[in-house]
């Protein structure tokens, strides 16, 4: 069902104000690497009191920003969908450029996350980057005018997939409301990478390949010797040139 223009500014309102806080801002930041946390984590992470990050837990939820999950005497929440994932990503970006008045843009982002980090359950950070590139760059993707920001997959890219190990049969078989492929805007390269279900899709890929490793507790990843050797070969040489993990 379509919403009407009205309804929508005042969604968007409500949207903001729910956002519109430091420690509800905190808790969204956070739950940006795709994974769940109790209240007490988030309380510690806010570093704000048990009983306040209650609050802004319940403010979270009725603005369906979050959901929660009951498992045993926990309670976990996490992000609603990727959709409000990407929606963080993209304020971060107008938050990026607000502390950067200089036309010339140098991003002040930490080096571990500007490499290679989560966006909810895609990959962000240069190397994401350097592969939408490629992927645009040798017409794997589309523009979908159907859609705005939305991509769609040629022969090409279903090859050029299919390489990083991705089943693309079982992928587009997925029935859904959520977008196969898109561009999420970067907030630290301020280029967008490849978001939706195939860029989903890629980062579980190249964790099972073990190109990629996990921080522990934290948003940034790290590409492993392997990883290096791998995205060379599919992106080119000029891979080398960004730093590497020593898995």
């Known amino acids: 069902m379509d919403v009407s223009p009205r309804f929508a500014d005042g969604r968007l309102a409500e949207i903001a104000l729910s956002m519109g806080e430091p420690a509800r801002a ?15 984590e988030l309380a510690a992470l806010a570093d704000i009191a048990a009983s306040t990050a209650s609050a802004h837990l319940n403010r979270l939820l009725a603005a369906e920003l979050l959901v929660c999950v009951s498992q ?40 571990h996350l500007r490499e290679a980090r989560r966006c909810y359950d895609h ?23 159907s859609r705005a920001r939305a991509y769609r997959l040629t022969d090409a890219g279903l090859a050029g997939f299919a390489a990083l190990g991705l089943d693309m ?18 907030w630290s390269a301020r280029s967008p990478h490849l978001g939706g279900a195939l860029g989903a899709a890629c980062l579980q890929s190249l964790l099972q390949r073990q190109w990629l490793e996990a921080e522990l507790d934290s948003r940034a990843m790290r590409l492993t010797r392997k990883g290096l050797a791998g995205l060379q070969a599919l992106l080119g040489p000029a891979a080398d040139a960004l730093p590497v993990g020593a898995g």
């Open 26 to 40: 905190k808790i969204l930041c956070s739950l940006l690497d795709g994974h769940a946390r109790t209240a007490t």
């Open 123 to 145: 990959l962000a950070g240069q190397w994401a980057v350097r592969l939408h590139d490629h992927a645009r760059r040798e017409a794997w993707l589309l523009e979908d005018e």
């Open 169 to 186: 049969q079982q992928l587009q078989a997925k029935p859904g409301r959520r977008v196969l492929a898109c561009a999420c805007m970067d």
């Open 72 to 111: 045993g005497r926990h309670r976990y929440f996490r992000l609603a969908d990727a959709e409000v994932a990407a929606a963080l990503e993209s304020l971060l970006v107008l938050a990026g450029r607000a502390q950067q008045p200089s036309p010339a843009f140098e991003p002040s982002t930490p080096k």
